[in-house]
C-alpha cells in the first residue's frame, strides 16, 4: 500500500515542479530525502521516568522506535557531562516518512493553538526545512489525558532540493502551510 502523500507527490508535485523550474528529468525534481523528529530532554538526568514517557510517545508518534542522544561535551553551568543522556531521535525515511508527514500536516499542523502559519524563515540555504512544536499533543496518536508533561520537538526534513526556494516549492505542494512572508508584500 503506498502512502497517500507519496501518491501525491508522484501525480501532482512532480510535475508541476518539473514545469516551474524547468527540469527535463524527473530524477531532477526535488524530492524528500528523510525526515528526522528529535526531543531535548534535559530533566532526563534527574527524572528517568521522564525519558522513559517520552520515549514512548516519540515511539507512538513516528511508529518507530527511537534512539537515545548523548552530551558531547561537558558544560558546568548546565550541570551536564560528557555521555549523559539529554535526548530522543528518530530518523524516518521511505513509507514511514510520507505517513509521518501527511499525519503532520492533515491532523497535527492543524491542531496547534493560534496557528499563523508555518515559519517561511526556517530554510538553512541547502534546501532543508527545520520546524519545531511545543508540545507533543497535538498528534491524535497521544492521549491528552495520560500526558504527565509536555515536551517540544523539532523537525527536520532534508530534500535533494538545489536552493530554498526549490525546498519551498515542494514542501508547498506537499501541503505545509507556510506564512506569507511580509517582506514579500
Known amino acids: 500500500m503506498v502512502a497517500r502523500l507519496l501518491e501525491k507527490y508522484r501525480k501532482d508535485v512532480v510535475p508541476a515542479l518539473a514545469r516551474k523550474f524547468s527540469h527535463k528529468n524527473a530524477n531532477a525534481v526535488p524530492r524528500l530525502e528523510k525526515v528526522v523528529v528529535s526531543m531535548g530532554i534535559g530533566e532526563a538526568q534527574k527524572d528517568a521516568a521522564r525519558m522513559e514517557g517520552a520515549e514512548k510517545q ?20 548546565f550541570k551536564l557531562r560528557r555521555g549523559m543522556k539529554v535526548g530522543l531521535k528518530v530518523t524516518l525515511r521511505g513509507q514511514r516518512m510520507w505517513e509521518f508527514l501527511d499525519r503532520l500536516v ?36 497521544i492521549d491528552p489525558a495520560t500526558v504527565t508533561f509536555t515536551q517540544g520537538m523539532n523537525i527536520s526534513m532534508q ?7 526549490e525546498a519551498r516549492e515542494l514542501l508547498s505542494l506537499l501541503g505545509m502551510p507556510f506564512r506569507l512572508d511580509e517582506r514579500a508584500s
Open 58 to 77: 516519540l515511539a507512538l508518534i513516528t511508529a518507530q522506535k527511537s534512539i537515545v542522544t548523548l552530551a558531547r561535551k561537558s558544560i558546568s553551568n
Open 106 to 141: 492533515t491532523l497535527a499542523i492543524p491542531r496547534v493553538k493560534d496557528f499563523r502559519g508555518l515559519n517561511p524563515s526556517g530554510f538553512d540555504g541547502r534546501g532543508n526545512y527545520n520546524m519545531g512544536l511545543v508540545e507533543q499533543t497535538v498528534f491524535p496518536e
Open 159 to 165: 530534500t535533494t532540493a538545489r536552493n530554498d526556494e
